[in-house]
């Protein structure tokens, strides 16, 4: 099992930054693979989409939704994710929830994220 840290979120208005951080601690094997995943208002978590994922071997997606806007890192001794968010648009409205998978897949709570002026 693994367990989640995850902070940032909040409330933005259009055009502004914004940082989510998600730590995973417990059974943690390698390779992994962490990312941000993101539920949009009105659709189910089923229906979300995924933002951006870095490996441990560093290879990093992103969506093309947010590319050239959202950049995604890790701390590597620590297992924690970053995602830095700019130039966020109300379309970016979202709860993001941090994932985590080896041989499985983990999720953390969930985090709100609302671009709004």
């Known amino acids: 099992q693994v367990q989640f840290m995850e902070s940032g979120g909040g409330l933005v208005q259009p055009g502004g930054s914004l940082r989510l951080s998600c730590r995973v601690t417990g059974s943690v094997h390698m390779p992994y693979t962490m990312g941000w995943y993101r539920q949009t208002p009105g659709n189910q978590r089923e229906q979300g989409e995924v933002?951006?994922?870095?490996?441990?071997?560093?290879?990093?997606e992103y969506a093309d939704f947010v590319k050239g806007r959202f950049t995604i890192s890790r701390d590597k001794v620590r297992v924690t994710v970053f995602l830095q968010m700019d130039k966020l648009e109300p379309g970016d409205t979202a709860v993001y929830y941090c994932?985590?998978?080896?041989?499985?897949?983990?999720w953390g709570q969930g985090t709100q994220v609302t671009v709004s002026s």
């Open positions: 994932f985590y998978r080896d041989r499985d897949d983990y």
């Open positions: 933002v951006a994922t870095i490996t441990s071997f560093e290879v990093i």
